[in-house]
T-cell receptor, first 114, second 114 residues
Framework: EDKVVQSPLSLVVHEGDTVTLNCSYE??????LLWYKQEKKAPTFLFML????IEKKSGRLSSILDKKELSSILNITATQTGDSAIYLC??????????????FGQGTILTVHP | NAGVTQTPKFRILKIGQSMTLQCTQD?????MYWYRQDPGMGLKLIYY???????DKGEVPNGYNVSRSTTEDFPLRLELAAPSQTSVYFC?????????????FGPGTRLTVL
């Protein structure tokens, strides 16, 4: 059974801090690792990582995949109160009858105080 | 494009009642998914579909049924509602290329079973 684990489960920081969120995965026929941000409603897409060691960046957010360690990190620099959300990572299975399935971790709840 | 739409937004059911959660996407995506999210938890896959007429079970299919008669629509049926089905339900769709792809989520349906 595919499994994705995130840590920490929750994190409280102050504006301006830098945070690192962790995601480890055990996904058969692994194809990609995705990060989503969930505020009050539906998850919104942040990054999709398929190649190990290549950092993806979007503003103050960046992410990298380590296929050898079966893990990924999401970094947020100079945090703002608007970064407060649940951050979800998910592993994509690209094999056989599980083609296209995402297995989600339990999420990291990030709270940024002013 | 409206993206992924879900109806209703909220619903309260009595134990033993049945209902259908509607999901429609206008992006011509092949893949569609139903997830449930319990408080403080990640997303659990209920059912998914790789195209019209083809569906398969996810992690937590018991108590639910789906059908996919068209590319656009993927309704989720709850038979004999139970309090354990109280959750937020998200529908998502994706177009896969090479076994990986971003999933686009609908706004969710908050269901309470009393």
């Amino acid at each position: 059974e595919d499994k994705v684990v995130q840590s920490p489960l929750s994190l409280v920081v102050h504006e301006g801090d830098t945070v690192t969120l962790n995601c480890s995965y055990e996904v058969t026929n692994f194809r990609s690792l995705l990060w989503y941000k969930q505020e009050k409603k539906a998850p919104t897409f942040l990054f999709m990582l398929t190649s190990s060691g290549i950092e993806k960046k979007s503003g103050r957010l960046s992410s990298i995949l380590d296929k050898k360690e079966l893990s990924s990190i999401l970094n947020i620099t100079a945090t703002q109160t608007g970064d407060s959300a649940i951050y979800l990572c998910a592993g994509s299975n690209a094999g056989g009858t599980s083609y296209g399935k995402l297995t989600f971790g339990q999420g990291t709840i990030l709270t940024v105080h002013p | 494009n409206a993206g992924v739409t879900q109806t209703p937004k909220f619903r309260i059911l009595k134990i033993g009642q049945s209902m259908t959660l509607q999901c429609t996407q206008d992006m011509n995506h092949n893949y569609m998914y139903w997830y449930r999210q319990d408080p403080g938890m990640g997303l659990k896959l209920i059912y998914y579909s790789v195209g019209a007429g083809i569906t398969d079970k996810g992690e937590v299919p018991n108590g639910y049924n789906v059908s996919r008669s068209t590319t656009e629509d993927f309704p989720l049926r709850l038979e004999l509602a139970a309090p354990s089905q109280t959750s937020v339900y998200f529908c998502a769709s994706s177009y896969f290329s090479g076994g990986a792809g971003e999933q686009f989520f609908g706004p969710g349906t908050r269901l309470t079973v009393l």
